[in-house]
């Protein structure tokens, strides 16, 4: 009988172990999900996706002008050059600010010496502080439509100001600056590495109004370079991390073709055009009724700086604030120049677009792609024509809109992706009708003839 019992306390004791075991690893058990094949696509590592920005990295001008007298010239943003112009502002210290008379206001016929720069959308005028020397106490001023570094005549305390002008309120405010004239000269020769003459245009007058909104645009052709960049994929592990709480409960579906969506039943993030585009969105969330303690531009600096980063050369382009929601849009910038088209036919293939509500991010969208570091050698150059050849050619070939729609002008990137190689072709737009158009002058496409140049693609 001793034996019997031995026997039974053995199994016992054998029993309470193996449901000890058993209970830890049903309590430690994660289910291992299928990673998707992602053929030979190559990824970035999680930790190398992007870069943290201060915000006035992001502050970027639209146009840089160089202004002598009544000649002026368009500053090519050209690599970094327009970056190191701000930069410099920065070493700019202000002393007290003060309400100039609309002398001053932008016009075609005001001539001065010295350097415009023009933003996308005003600046506020707390912003200043980042961009300049100046304290926050002397800022008088509510919103800065454009920044000019102008040679000052008799009457004023130091040879070199700075005017902040604010179309809105129609107000332009002066700062001395302890700048000489021979220190803006050799400022202004060293960002000049190329430059357009340029004539001043009011496309959409003003009534009744001094400040005028004056743009620069080219009297001759412009020479610019097509660039061309290997791309790389970015997967979406890392975004799983950083935009759910947990990612252990976020669970993957499939939908048409090869987009995709991950959630955790009050967060969503879609990958879509075939994983090219990020879109997140929290329906959770309604509109909120906090009163934001931050500028939008700010918190999608925070947010984006917090969820893995920048990836190439995004700006602030626009930007609105009130009503139920906050927007904030950052357009990809390639040496210098933005991007406004792509063969995709959506704006989220080079953009970054950031929703507020309250104090709540609810939408962010960005492109999954990132650029090499450097472009191919490949030394192609497309010749544009002048302004008023532009101007002809919507009169009598384009149907889209009529010319006296036309607001503003500029000329920038369209780019074409295909699998790993996009290319990036100087075109003109014009902003009419609430949106950037693509005026194509030529019979044939540089993108076309890179693409057809032996280049390997996947």
């Given at each position: ?11 016992l ?7 000890v ?76 600010m ?46 800065v ?9 008799g ?141 939008i ?52 293939h080079?953009?970054?677009?950031i929703?507020?509500?309250g ?61 790993s ?38």
């Amino acid at each position: 009988m001793p034996f019997i019992e031995n026997v039974k306390t053995f199994v016992l004791w054998a029993m309470i172990l193996t449901s000890v075991v058993l209970t830890y690893l049903v309590s430690t058990y994660q289910p291992a999900y299928n990673v998707l094949d992602q053929g030979d696509n190559s990824y970035i590592e999680i930790e190398d996706i992007g870069e943290t920005k201060s915000f006035t990295d992001l502050l970027y001008p639209s146009q840089v002008i160089s202004h002598s007298g009544s000649d002026r010239s368009w500053v090519h943003p050209a690599g970094d050059n327009y970056l190191e112009i701000m930069e410099t502002l920065q070493e700019f210290e202000l002393e007290e600010m003060e309400l100039t008379g609309s002398h001053h206001a932008p016009g075609v016929n005001r001539s001065f010496n010295g350097m415009e720069l023009i933003f996308d959308e005003p600046l506020e005028g707390d912003w200043l502080e980042y961009l300049v020397g100046i304290d926050e106490d002397m800022i008088l001023i509510d919103r800065v439509d454009r920044i000019i570094v102008t040679e000052t005549s008799g009457g004023t305390p130091s040879d070199v100001a700075i005017r902040f002008v604010d179309m809105e309120a129609e107000e332009v405010y002066q700062s001395p600056t302890s700048v000489t004239v021979s220190d803006l000269e050799s400022f202004s020769q060293g960002i000049a590495l190329e430059e357009t003459e340029v004539e001043p245009r009011v496309l959409n007058e003003r009534d009744d109004s001094s400040f005028q909104p004056v743009r620069y645009l080219p009297v001759e052709p412009v020479m610019e370079r097509v660039f061309t960049y290997e791309t790389t994929h970015i997967a979406p592990d890392g975004f799983i991390h950083t935009l759910f709480t947990d990612p252990d409960y976020v669970r993957q579906y499939f939908q048409e073709g090869e987009d995709s969506s991950y959630t955790d039943g009050t967060r969503m993030m879609d990958m879509t055009n075939r994983g090219a585009v990020l879109e997140y969105v929290r329906p959770d969330l309604t509109a909120g009724s906090q009163v934001p303690t931050q500028s939008i531009v700010r918190a999608s600096q925070e947010f984006i700086n917090g969820h893995f980063g920048w990836t190439d050369d995004f700006y602030a382009t626009s930007w609105s604030e009130g009503g139920s929601n906050d927007r904030a849009s950052f357009t990809m910038h390639v040496q210098g120049m933005p991007v406004f088209d792509s063969n995709a036919g959506s704006a989220s293939h080079y953009t970054i677009d950031i929703t507020r509500s309250g104090n709540e991010i609810i939408e962010y969208s960005r492109p999954m792609f990132q650029l090499e570091e450097r472009p191919f050698e490949i030394d192609t150059n497309v010749e544009l024509p002048p302004y008023s050849e532009v101007e002809t050619y919507i009169e009598e070939e384009m149907s889209t809109f009529p010319v006296e729609t036309v607001e503003d002008a500029r000329v920038a990137y369209s780019m074409s992706r295909q699998n790993s190689i996009a290319v990036f072709e100087p075109v003109w737009f014009v902003y009419a009708r609430g949106q950037w158009h693509e005026v194509d002058m030529n019979s044939e496409s540089v993108t076309e003839e890179v693409l057809e140049d032996g280049l390997e693609q996947d």
